[in-house]
Nanobody, 129 residues
Framework: QVQLVESGGGLVQPGGSLRLSCVVS????????IGWFHQAPGKEREGISC????????YYADSVKGRFAISRDNAKSTVYLQMNSLKPEDTAVYYC??????????????????????WGQGTQVTVSS
């Protein structure tokens, strides 16, 4: 059974940091790119970062570039999202999913969703003073 389970969210003040984890099971993480997504209330889900399977190349949407860092530990079947300098507009539910491809096109971040995703519980991040 394929699972992607996000954790690490919470309430943090503006300027603070959090590290999210995405633990996968039911497939071998080594062979898959992974993307992070967030969805704020009343807004569409947005892809914000991804990491490739081949060489762990990392890509970011403009909204998080320079503040967030994605990494992976295949031995732990886990992908991380280090979030620094958090802003109130980062408040959202965060999800992870496999991506078949991601990168920059025309200077803009893009991704192609893969087969495995979990738009279920996610992990809530709230940035507020």
């Amino acid at each position: 059974q394929v699972q992607l389970v996000e954790s690490g969210g919470g309430l943090v003040q503006p300027g603070g940091s959090l590290r999210l984890s995405c633990v996968v099971s039911g497939f071998t993480l080594d062979y898959y790119g992974i993307g992070w997504f967030h969805q704020a209330p009343g807004k569409e889900r947005e892809g914000i970062s991804c990491i490739s399977s081949s060489d762990s190349s990392a890509y970011y949407a403009d909204s998080v570039k320079g503040r967030f860092a994605i990494s992976r530990d295949n031995a732990k079947s886990t992908v991380y999202l280090q979030m620094n300098s958090l802003k109130p507009e980062d408040t959202a539910v965060y999800y992870c999913a496999t991506v078949d491809r991601c990168g920059y096109y025309g200077g803009s971040y893009y991704y192609l969703l893969g087969d495995f995703r979990s738009w279920g519980q996610g992990t809530q991040v709230t940035v507020s003073s």
